[in-house]
C-alpha cells in the first residue's frame, strides 16, 4: 500500500484549524449555489425547477425505508439494479428515492419501486437532521459522486449505515489535495465505500481509508438487463427498415455537426441515421435539422414521407432504441462529459465516441476490448466509413463490445451481500 504524501501529515492544532477552515468554505459554498440557483431561476428553467421543487415538497415519514440518493439519471441507472434486487429479496422493503437534478426527478418521480421520490433538500446541517429525523431511514446508499457533508454526519451522528456505491476517484479530485481534508473525511464517514475500478480502490487506500472494496459498477448489470427486456419500438423499427443505421445517441453539437458533414459527404443511400439529441427542447431540435443537408422526421410527430434522418425528439427511449442500430455514436467524448457507452455495447453494435474522456475510465476499458472506438473530429469520417463499408469489422467489434459488457457484470449481488452485512 502506497504511503499517504506527507504534506497531509497534521500537528492536531493545524488539523482542528483546517477542519474548521474547510467546514466554513464548505458552508459558503453551498449558500452561495442556492443564491446564485435563486437569481438565474426566473431565466432558466431547470434552476427554477430546482428551486421550486424543493421548496414546495412535504417529506414524510418513511420508518425502516432503504434511501437511495442520485445526482441525475445516469446515477439512477447504476442504483436501478440495486433497488430491483432489494425488492426481489423482500417485496415489503420500502424504498425512498432521492434526487439533486431536476431532470432526474421529473423522469422518476413516478418509479413503481419507490414509495416516495423527493427532491435532496439542500446540504445544510438543518435540512440534513431534518430530513433524515423525519424519514427515519434504516440505511443509505448514495451513488458514485454524491458526497454531502451534513447528510454523512447526521447519518453516522445517528448509527445509519451509509453506503456510497459505483464510485470512482481520480487523483485530481479535491478529495486529495491539500485542501480537500475536510472532504476527505466527509468520505471517511461512510460504513462502506464501493468503488468502481481498482485504480480507485488503490487511491482510496493510499489516503488511509479502510472502509472500500472493489465492486464494480452496477451499470454493467442494468445494460445487461436492459438487454433481456422486451422494450420494441415499432415506429424505429419501421424508420429502419432494411438499411443500416447509425444512431446519434445523446448527442452535442459537436456530435451533430459531424454527422451532418458525414452525411452531405457520403451520401450513402443505403444508411439511415437516427440522432438523439441530449437536449429535446423545440429550439435545440431546430438548428439540428436547419443544419442537415436533406429533409428529416420527428420521432413525435408521424410522417408518411420517406426520410434517410429522424430526430428522436424525446425522451425515454435512447436505451431500447439502440437495439435497432448497426452503429452507434455516443455523446460528450469531445468534451469529457462522455454519456452513456454501455447502452449500446449491450446490444453487440461498435460505438464510436470522441477521445477526450478522462473521467470515464470505460472509454479506454471499451477500446481495449476491441468494441469502443474513441476519435478525433479529424478521424470520425474515416472510422465511420469503415464501420460501415466493413461488415465483418462491424460485426466482430460489435461482438467485442457484447462480450466486454457480459464480463464486467455482477456487480449488484456483491453490493446487496455487503450492505446485507450492516442492516
Given at each position: 500500500?502506497?504511503?499517504?504524501p506527507?504534506?497531509?501529515?497534521?500537528?492536531?492544532?493545524?488539523?482542528s484549524?483546517?477542519?474548521?477552515?474547510?467546514?466554513l468554505?464548505?458552508?459558503?459554498?453551498?449558500?452561495?449555489?442556492y443564491?446564485?440557483?435563486?437569481?438565474?431561476?426566473?431565466f432558466?428553467?431547470?434552476?427554477?425547477?430546482?428551486?421550486?421543487?424543493r421548496?414546495?415538497?412535504?417529506?414524510?415519514?418513511?420508518?425502516?425505508?432503504?434511501?437511495?440518493?442520485c445526482a441525475s439519471l445516469?446515477?439512477?441507472e447504476?442504483?436501478?439494479?440495486?433497488?430491483?434486487?432489494?425488492?426481489?429479496?423482500?417485496?415489503?422493503?420500502?424504498?425512498?428515492?432521492?434526487?439533486?437534478?431536476?431532470?432526474?426527478?421529473?423522469?422518476?418521480?413516478?418509479?413503481?419501486l419507490?414509495?416516495?421520490?423527493?427532491?435532496?433538500?439542500?446540504?445544510?446541517?438543518?435540512?440534513?437532521?431534518?430530513?433524515?429525523?423525519?424519514?427515519?431511514?434504516?440505511?443509505?446508499?448514495?451513488?458514485?459522486?454524491?458526497?454531502?457533508?451534513?447528510?454523512?454526519?447526521?447519518?453516522?451522528?445517528?448509527?445509519?449505515?451509509?453506503?456510497?456505491?459505483?464510485?470512482?476517484?481520480?487523483?485530481?479530485q479535491v478529495?486529495?489535495?491539500?485542501?480537500?481534508n475536510?472532504l476527505?473525511n466527509t468520505?471517511?464517514?461512510?460504513t462502506?465505500?464501493?468503488?468502481?475500478?481498482?485504480t480507485?480502490?488503490?487511491?482510496?487506500?493510499?489516503?488511509?481509508?479502510?472502509?472500500?472494496?472493489?465492486?464494480?459498477?452496477?451499470r454493467?448489470?442494468?445494460?445487461l438487463?436492459?438487454?433481456?427486456?422486451?422494450?420494441?419500438?415499432t415506429?424505429?423499427?419501421q424508420?429502419?427498415?432494411?438499411?443500416?443505421?447509425?444512431?446519434?445517441?445523446?448527442?452535442?453539437?459537436?456530435?451533430?455537426?459531424?454527422?451532418?458533414?458525414?452525411?452531405?459527404?457520403?451520401?450513402?443511400?443505403?444508411?439511415k441515421?437516427?440522432?438523439?439529441?441530449?437536449q429535446?427542447?423545440?429550439?435545440?431540435?431546430n438548428?439540428?435539422?436547419?443544419?442537415?443537408?436533406?429533409?428529416?422526421?420527428r420521432?413525435?410527430?408521424p410522417?408518411?414521407?420517406?426520410?434517410?434522418?429522424?430526430?428522436?425528439?424525446t425522451?425515454?427511449?435512447?436505451s431500447?432504441a439502440?437495439?435497432y442500430?448497426d452503429?452507434?455514436?455516443v455523446?460528450?467524448?469531445?468534451?469529457?462529459?462522455?454519456?452513456?457507452?454501455?447502452e449500446p455495447?449491450?446490444?453487440?453494435?461498435?460505438?464510436?465516441y470522441g477521445?477526450n474522456?478522462?473521467?470515464?475510465?470505460?472509454?479506454?476499458?471499451?477500446?481495449?476490448?476491441?468494441?469502443?472506438?474513441?476519435?478525433?473530429?479529424?478521424?470520425?469520417?474515416?472510422?465511420l466509413?469503415?464501420?460501415?463499408?466493413?461488415e465483418?469489422?462491424?460485426?466482430e467489434?460489435?461482438?467485442?463490445?457484447?462480450?466486454?459488457?457480459?464480463?464486467?457484470?455482477?456487480?449488484?449481488?456483491?453490493?446487496i451481500?455487503?450492505?446485507?452485512?450492516?442492516?
Amino acid at each position: 500500500m502506497k504511503e499517504p504524501p506527507e504534506i497531509f501529515i497534521w500537528t492536531n492544532r493545524e488539523y482542528s484549524i483546517f477542519k474548521q477552515v474547510g467546514k466554513l468554505l464548505y458552508n459558503i459554498g453551498i449558500r452561495s449555489y442556492y443564491l446564485a440557483i435563486i437569481l438565474v431561476s426566473p431565466f432558466n428553467q431547470k434552476a427554477k425547477s430546482w428551486f421550486k421543487g424543493r421548496r414546495l415538497q412535504r417529506i414524510e415519514n418513511h420508518e425502516g425505508s432503504i434511501w437511495f440518493h442520485c445526482a441525475s439519471l445516469g446515477e439512477f441507472e447504476q442504483a436501478k439494479p440495486v433497488i430491483e434486487t432489494i425488492k426481489q429479496l423482500n417485496r415489503d422493503q420500502k424504498i425512498v428515492l432521492t434526487f439533486f437534478s431536476p431532470s432526474g426527478y421529473t423522469q422518476r418521480k413516478s418509479y413503481e419501486l419507490a414509495e416516495a421520490v423527493y427532491y435532496l433538500p439542500l446540504d445544510t446541517r438543518t435540512n440534513a437532521t431534518k430530513f433524515v429525523r423525519t424519514v427515519q431511514p434504516k440505511a443509505a446508499i448514495f451513488v458514485k459522486y454524491e458526497v454531502w457533508h451534513h447528510y454523512f454526519s447526521t447519518l453516522k451522528t445517528r448509527e445509519i449505515p451509509l453506503f456510497l456505491i459505483s464510485a470512482t476517484f481520480r487523483k485530481d479530485q479535491v478529495y486529495f489535495r491539500q485542501s480537500g481534508n475536510f472532504l476527505r473525511n466527509t468520505l471517511k464517514l461512510c460504513t462502506l465505500i464501493c468503488v468502481q475500478d481498482q485504480t480507485s480502490l488503490e487511491l482510496l487506500q493510499s489516503y488511509g481509508f479502510d472502509n472500500a472494496i472493489f465492486s464494480g459498477d452496477t451499470r454493467y448489470d442494468r445494460v445487461l438487463n436492459q438487454r433481456e427486456e422486451n422494450n420494441q419500438n415499432t415506429r424505429i423499427e419501421q424508420f429502419k427498415g432494411d438499411a443500416l443505421m447509425v444512431l446519434i445517441g445523446s448527442s452535442w453539437p459537436e456530435e451533430e455537426a459531424l454527422i451532418a458533414e458525414f452525411i452531405e459527404n457520403q451520401n450513402k443511400a443505403n444508411v439511415k441515421y437516427l440522432i438523439a439529441p441530449h437536449q429535446v427542447q423545440e429550439q435545440n431540435i431546430n438548428r439540428i435539422t436547419k443544419e442537415l443537408s436533406q429533409e428529416s422526421i420527428r420521432y413525435t410527430k408521424p410522417s408518411e414521407k420517406e426520410a434517410q434522418i429522424m430526430i428522436l425528439d424525446t425522451i425515454g427511449h435512447l436505451s431500447s432504441a439502440y437495439q435497432y442500430a448497426d452503429i452507434a455514436l455516443v455523446g460528450g467524448g469531445f468534451s469529457n462529459a462522455l454519456h452513456n457507452i454501455l447502452e449500446p455495447a449491450t446490444f453487440g453494435i461498435p460505438v464510436l465516441y470522441g477521445n477526450n474522456h478522462p473521467k470515464f475510465p470505460e472509454g479506454a476499458k471499451l477500446k481495449t476490448a476491441g468494441g469502443g472506438f474513441p476519435v478525433s473530429r479529424a478521424e470520425f469520417a474515416e472510422v465511420l466509413n469503415e464501420l460501415i463499408e466493413n461488415e465483418a469489422k462491424r460485426v466482430e467489434s460489435g461482438e467485442n463490445a457484447k462480450r466486454f459488457i457480459e464480463k464486467n457484470a455482477g456487480a449488484t449481488p456483491l453490493i446487496i451481500s455487503k450492505i446485507s452485512d450492516h442492516l
